[in-house]
């Protein structure tokens, strides 16, 4: 089991940045992917952004160049840096990891992101 705790929400302005951090605890050590998701009223949950444990980050197109992906190992604590936020990106931000020894994915609680135009 892996247990996940967003914060850092809120409401920002067009342009603003925000950082959503994750902390992790639990089975942890048989992590391999750890994501960010996001869903805004009426839509599917979708990845925003995804890192490895060998490194590898991946992100949509519509914040690739604006949000961040990282990890404090030591914190155990998984970040998104969220830059030059713009009014599509107001949504429910949750945290995910994946393992693919058993196949299990893990969610968070979820953190309102509202960002006004």
């Known amino acids: 089991q892996v247990q996940l705790v967003e914060s850092g929400g809120g409401l920002v302005q067009a342009g603003d940045s925000l950082r959503l951090s994750c902390a992790a605890s639990?089975?942890?050590?048989?992590?391999?992917?750890w994501g960010w998701y996001r869903q805004s009223p009426g839509q599917p949950r979708v990845v925003v952004a995804t890192l490895a444990t060998n490194g590898i980050k991946n992100y949509i197109d519509s914040v690739r160049g604006r949000f961040t992906i990282s990890r404090d190992n030591a914190e155990k604590t998984l970040y998104l840096q969220m830059d030059s936020l713009k009014p599509e990106d107001t949504a429910i931000y949750y945290c995910?990891?994946?393992?693919?020894?058993?196949?299990?994915?893990?969610w968070g609680q979820g953190i309102q992101v509202t960002v006004s135009s």
């Open positions: 995910n990891t994946y393992s693919y020894s058993s196949s299990r994915y893990f």
């Open positions: 639990g089975s942890i050590l048989g992590v391999d992917v």
